[in-house]
């Protein structure tokens, strides 16, 4: 008898124990359903960004490098430029009257960042630790190597990086690229022009016998002169990375172009039509010689953003 | 005949004549002999026509109210009537809070501008408002249900705890005893169906207490019962170890681990019955909690805009443009009416239209990165499911433009 009126005393207490947990965790519950998410969203980081507010996206991109960034019959096209359309649709700026391409030089890439001429370079600017001490990278979205390209008559001639050594051979490379650096780094004497277009005009007017650039690039030229020229594989031994250059002073923007670019892996690693993927097959891709996928790109920030609900799967 | 002692008493208040008094056959026998013996005794009444007349009523005392004792008590807790005026108020508050949420959020969608409400009111159609309201509201209507059902239920069965001397029942005991079933239900459904995943498990205590499912409903014997329970256990687990672990790895979601795991194990006690010295406190504190939580809850219902966002690019055919950022009240041949976000109405020429898209709003973030087999935390079952029939929601890019 007493033990069962203590016994029903203790369910009684446990009852009143339970009933004020489950209040106060439906209440924690509502609390947390209004509060902010930890994690910054995407708009927040627009706002973040110099070009929020902005009318139009100034995007550095080349004119004059096939299949990565050239100007045809008034189009900007190539694969740097689907990149760039890629991540300036992405911050919310699409179709022509909202996008301005910028045509940069190599060398100029790096100045017209500093000077704010552009808000973004999309233009085969490999990733680097020297140049990021002056301007920021998002990426890598392209990963190539350096090669060398040869007209056809000394395909047989030009085979080694002891060949390019020759002083018999004028190499040709453009000024403020990694290239120049590493033939340097070889003790290969250079010419050094503006442009790689510049070398391969001079190499088919007679001025040089070399030009030596990323893959990607000369890929490019290539394409345009598939009869004149051979591409020779060297091993240089390093891999070029290519970027997104962003202003130093807007990490929100460079974390934007990174998000964006780790959007697109994502969607080429599930499986699905990635930009990234459509860009490659539209330009690059039947011109190189192995098949590429997206790099992943490196220091990608956790954002919050409207499709973070949908399915995974 | 029946008027003849009728006129005699000159000096009293006549009662109103009664249909309900006896059959039309008895009544000569009144008058003739029946009726002789209680004339007797009330002399001065001279009513003995009415043999019927209701014991207390006072024949002969004018200044009282000819009704006044006619035991008010009992007429004011008739349950038949009460139950008229309970079903009453309900369909009243059923019609009228939606309606006046409505109209209420119109005000505040056209920014509190008189001439503004007028155009919005001009233009949304009730059942548009009504199932817009429902949309956004069925959330907060299921969740003030259950938590009355719930409470009610535990207090109703500690009522007979109560302290002596205490005559009224709490009032969500008093609710949730008028309330049928099937209301009940349909309440929990509601709340199953629109509720954050996330917290679906605080669902199953409130279950428990509202229905009184004690473990001991399970099997009347314990091994049974503890196997019941055990396998019970074992499938929510298997539903829920996944975001669990991912909880944990993610380190500050102690609250979500919280809300997976302990709603479970209180629903074994949670049905009560609780001690008498709690009910009376619990009970006055979670009125005023109830109350006050739907009114917090309603702001953000209010001020839920009633038209979609949208962003309109404006601009003649090979010129510039411009986004409008806002909701789209009406279209008609000439225009375009868009109330922007940042307030103010916009009459867009039909012509100049050149692109529209319909953009998500900021409160539409998901606050956690956690998903139960591939259905994000913050989805209730529906919009999960609808986002399995389209899974990818794609963001314009207009929608990042700024306002």
């Given at each position: ?5 203590s ?11 339970a009933?004020?947990l ?48 050239e ?16 991540v ?8 022509e ?45 392209f990963?190539t190597?350096q ?47 503006k ?5 391969v ?12 650039s ?5 890929a ?15 091993p240089?031994g ?7 250059g962003?202003?130093?002073?807007d990490?929100?923007?460079?974390d934007?172009?990174?998000?964006f670019?780790?959007?697109s ?21 039947p ?21 973070d ?5 | 005949?029946?008027a ?13 004549p009664r249909t ?18 209680p ?7 001279g009513a ?7 014991a ?76 817009g ?22 207090l ?10 205490t005559r ?14 099937w ?44 196997l019941l ?6 499938g ?5 170890l ?21 709603p ?20 006055s ?17 209010i001020?839920?805009p ?14 510039p ?54 259905f ?12 399995r ?15």
């Amino acid at each position: 008898m007493n033990s069962g009126s203590s016994q029903s005393r203790l369910r009684s207490i446990a009852s009143t124990l339970a009933v004020a947990l489950t209040l106060v965790l439906a209440a924690a519950a509502g609390c947390d359903s209004r509060k902010e998410p930890d994690l910054p969203s995407v708009q927040e980081k627009m706002r973040e960004t110099h070009i929020y507010g902005q009318s139009k996206l100034r995007i550095g991109v080349a004119t004059n490098e096939p299949l990565m960034g050239e100007l045809r019959n008034g189009q900007h096209v190539g694969f740097d430029v689907e990149i760039a359309r890629y991540v300036a649709a992405s911050l919310g700026y699409e179709g022509e009257q909202r996008l301005e391409f910028v045509s940069v030089a190599t060398e100029d890439r790096i100045p017209s960042l500093q000077g704010g001429t552009v808000d973004l370079v999309v233009s085969s600017f490999s990733m680097t630790e020297d140049r990021k001490q002056l301007v920021s990278f998002a990426g890598p979205y392209f990963v190539t190597t350096q090669e060398v390209m040869v007209p056809v008559r000394l395909k047989d001639k030009i085979r080694t990086i002891e060949d390019l050594r020759d002083p018999a051979y004028k190499v040709c490379t453009s000024g403020g690229s990694t290239t120049e650096a590493e033939l340097e780094k070889h003790q290969v004497k250079t010419f050094v022009v503006k442009d790689v277009g510049d070398c391969v005009d001079g190499i088919r007017k007679g001025r040089y016998d070399a030009v030596s650039s990323d893959e990607s690039i000369l890929a490019g030229f290539l394409a345009s002169f598939p009869k004149e020229f051979e591409i020779v594989d060297m091993p240089f031994g390093t891999s070029e990375l290519l970027g997104v250059g962003v202003p130093i002073g807007d990490p929100a923007l460079r974390d934007l172009v990174a998000f964006f670019l780790q959007k697109s892996y994502v969607q080429g690693r599930d499986g699905d039509a990635s930009p990234w993927q459509t860009a490659y097959n539209r330009t690059l891709g039947p011109w190189l010689k192995a098949e590429k996928r997206q790099p992943q790109p490196l220091e990608v920030p956790k954002l919050v953003d409207f499709d973070d609900k949908a399915p995974a799967k | 005949m029946s008027a003849a002692p009728t006129a005699t008493s000159g000096d009293g208040p006549v009662p109103p004549p009664r249909t309900s008094v006896p059959h039309g056959d008895e009544a000569p026998a009144i008058d003739g002999t029946a009726a002789a013996p209680p004339a007797v005794d009330r002399p001065a009444t001279g009513a003995e026509g009415d043999i019927a007349w209701p014991a207390g009523v006072p024949v002969a005392e004018p200044a009282d109210p000819i009704v006044a004792d006619v035991e008010p008590g009992r007429v004011r807790w008739d349950p038949a009537e009460r139950r008229a005026r309970a079903s009453q108020s309900f369909w009243t508050a059923v019609v009228g809070v939606p309606a006046i949420f409505s109209v209420l959020r119109l005000g505040v969608e056209a920014g509190g501008e008189l001439q503004t409400t007028l155009l919005l009111v001009a233009n949304v159609g009730p059942v548009n408002l009504l199932a817009g309201f429902l949309t956004t509201a069925a959330r907060l209507l299921s969740t003030g249900l259950v938590a009355v059902f719930a409470l009610g239920a535990v207090l109703a069965v500690s009522a007979d705890r109560l302290p002596p001397g205490t005559r009224r029942r709490p009032l969500f005991a008093r609710w949730a005893d008028i309330t049928p079933a099937w209301v009940v239900l349909a309440s929990f459904l509601l709340a199953l169906i629109t509720w954050p995943l996330l917290y679906l498990p605080l669902l199953l205590p409130a279950f428990v207490a509202a229905f009184q499912l004690r473990p001991a409903r399970l099997h009347e014997r314990v091994v049974p019962r503890v196997l019941l329970m055990g396998a019970l256990l074992a499938g929510y687990g298997w539903l829920m170890l996944p975001t669990m672990r991912d909880a944990m790895r993610q380190g500050d979601e102690w609250l979500v681990l919280a809300l997976i795991v302990v709603p479970p194990l209180l629903a074994l006690f949670v049905a009560g019955p609780l001690p008498g010295m709690v009910i009376r406190p619990l009970a006055s504190v979670t009125e005023v909690a109830v109350l006050a939580t739907l009114i917090w809850a309603a702001v953000p219902v209010i001020t839920t805009p009633v038209l979609p966002l949208t962003v309109t690019t404006v601009g003649p055919e090979s010129g510039p443009t411009e986004d409008v950022r806002g909701h789209v009240v009406t279209t008609d041949d000439v225009n375009m009416v868009i109330l922007q976000e940042r307030g103010g109405v916009r009459y867009v020429p039909v012509g100049l239209v050149r692109a529209q898209v319909l953009c998500p709003s900021e409160e539409e973030l998901p606050r956690h990165q956690l998903r139960i087999h591939d259905f994000h935390v913050e989805d209730s079952l529906l919009e999960g499911m609808g986002r399995r029939v389209r899974p990818v929601h794609r963001i314009d890019a207009a929608c990042r433009t700024p306002a």
